[in-house]
């Protein structure tokens, strides 16, 4: 393959009257060549039937120098207008464009069978960021067959207990614990918690945080205050007349929704019900978007480094040089664990507890 | 090379046991394989050092399967996580996946020449969308380059006028002038354009449609009320200081920004100095990004199709079928222009002229 590939170089170069480097040059653009014998090349080259070949070497080096990208397809849901995906998807461009990769995304198909190896296989990729990964038997096993195989993968944001996958994650049970330990401070006592669905191990980390702080300061956690959503602000809004309610009666007098996309739908729901978050309850949300800001009242929040968990799971992958060594999936620690940062605002700030 | 690849698969499926089909269709994943035969066919591959050739099949059938996205590189810009750029992502994604491509996306290097072309000999892509990309020398000739070899590419929201390259794009002219109509409409006389770059067709589209608008209604367009931006939020907060002081001295009682991020910078910095848009000034945006909706008070503004954009784009370039026909950039017409939309809120229609 790989001599066949220099036999035909050496033609190319004869026939176009320019040396083999010359030939390279031209075709793997790494360097300018003059127009006129940039023509030259690419006329010999096609007289010939040259394949030029940075494929012939990719298939000869066996790299691709693409990363590859799952993401998930939802139908109608624009993926990359939510604030999660887009902040991790630029931190992982920004690591791959310095590292000389490009970024292959591919959505998981919700109908097929996951057969992620055939992507290293065929090599469309080196390796692999894999976003929105559920807790699934299906997944799992994909997941486990990449793993033994020694295909080079990272999780992003999703963690599975006990598997061996490389993660870069942030710490989700702290944020659940220090959004609920704020709305305590700030003197709520029937604390909500509208949640996203648990096969994402970042749900339930913020159930577990919520959990903890409630326990910490003596209150049950009470499942009639547990609403769930599925991360759209839909589904915030669907919560707002069953929420409304309870606030009016007295029943909640906090909430915690679990991202801000919820926490935005359920704000305008419960403005359109006459409750304003900030004077009759108090409310934080998840991720500090920002859309937090935008909002009126601004948005309580806790700060998520998407695009540092993107930037370093590039990293792991590509390794810190560009020099084209095998990739590094070598990290101190198999689960990289950010952290988060409470953003206090007016919607849970400006509260003041009836009783 | 075909061939060759013929002959190893022959070997592997000797080797296995199993017929040349089983192993085309454990290399391919195309059907499900008993896990047992599964491992086999790949034990034997891997004996036999035979690389299993998707990659090869695409040398072959010289097609990669992949969809090219140009974007353009900023340092510290999160390209994703903007409106404009996210929205025709997913556009492009959406009819990408339908069809069974994987999108490659590509940063448009600051610092070297455009070699377009190289994707398309290396088999990277098959085709491109072209996004962000500037009206200068140097683009017109990479650009002009590909379409003398034939190569399938699409520009997104540019056009190049005279140019024989095939382009999704929006009216801007015409969203140019509803906006300052708009603004007429509600009884501005000296309104202020805060404009992007105009190596951007769409910014110098949209400075036609208001100097129209302002022609149609008598006015003339004076070249000290249009303020230089860049899209940012920033440029449109650099802007307030002199905004403010022209609306306090009356010079200026009406803002067309050419996006939303513009516009909610201005008014955040209007806000700081003691104006608000709807009482004090009448402020217009661009876009309709889904802060508009957020801000207080909301933001009229013009509605541009960027999903359609981009959906319509990679239509154009893989067709309208997912067979592996070859790409269709064959369109009834060279430039499509979408339409767009004015949508109004308080931020210009609570505003009452004081005179």
């Known amino acids: 393959m790989q001599e066949e590939g220099l036999i035909l170089r050496k033609e190319v170069a004869k026939l176009a009257g320019v040396s083999e480097a010359t030939v390279s040059r031209v075709m793997n653009g790494a360097r300018p060549v003059r127009e006129a014998t940039r023509r030259k090349v690419l006329e010999a080259a096609e007289r010939l039937g040259y394949v030029p070949s940075a494929l012939a070497q990719q298939f000869a080096r066996k790299r691709s120098g693409n990363i590859g990208v799952i993401v998930p397809y939802v139908p109608k849901v624009r993926l990359f207008s939510t604030y999660y995906f887009s902040e991790i998807l630029s931190g992982i461009g920004e690591a791959a464009q310095q590292r000389g990769y490009d970024m292959l995304l591919m959505f998981r198909s919700p109908y097929e069978a996951r057969d992620y190896e055939r992507l290293y ?28 195989a020694d295909h080079p993968f990272v999780l992003v944001n999703q963690r599975f207990d006990g598997a061996p ?61 547990c609403y769930a959503g599925n991360y759209s602000r839909t589904s915030g809004a ?113 509260y003041t507890p009836s009783v």
């Not at 997944?139 to 486990?144: M, P, V």
Request: net charge negative; charged share 25%; aromatic share 4%.
């Open 165 to 225: 996958f490389g993660t870069v994650e942030a710490d989700h049970e702290q944020g659940g614990y220090e959004a609920t330990r704020h709305l305590l401070g700030r003197g709520c006592r029937r604390i909500a918690l509208l949640n996203g669905p648990l096969v994402y191990s970042n749900s339930a980390d913020r159930l577990t945080g919520y959990r903890r702080a409630l326990a910490e300061a003596g209150l049950p956690a009470d499942p009639g205050l």
């Open 238 to 350: 669907a919560a707002a007349p069953a929420l409304a309610e309870a606030i009016a009666q007295g029943r909640v007098d906090g909430v915690f929704a679990a991202n801000d996309r919820m926490a935005i739908g359920l704000l305008q729901g419960l403005r359109e019900r006459g409750l304003l978050p900030g004077a009759d309850v108090a409310l934080i949300g998840y991720d500090d978007s920002e859309a937090a800001r935008l909002t009126e009242p601004q948005l309580s929040s806790v700060a998520v480094p998407f695009h540092a968990l993107g930037v370093r799971a590039a990293q792991r992958l590509l390794g810190r040089t560009a020099d084209g060594s095998p990739a590094d999936d070598a990290s101190p620690v198999l689960v990289e664990k950010l952290p988060v940062q409470l953003v206090a605002r007016a919607s849970s700030l400006t």
């Open 121 to 148: 296989r065929t090599r469309k990729v080196d390796a692999c960021v894999m976003l929105g990964s559920q807790d699934t038997p299906g997944e799992l096993e994909a997941l486990a067959r990449l793993a033994e």
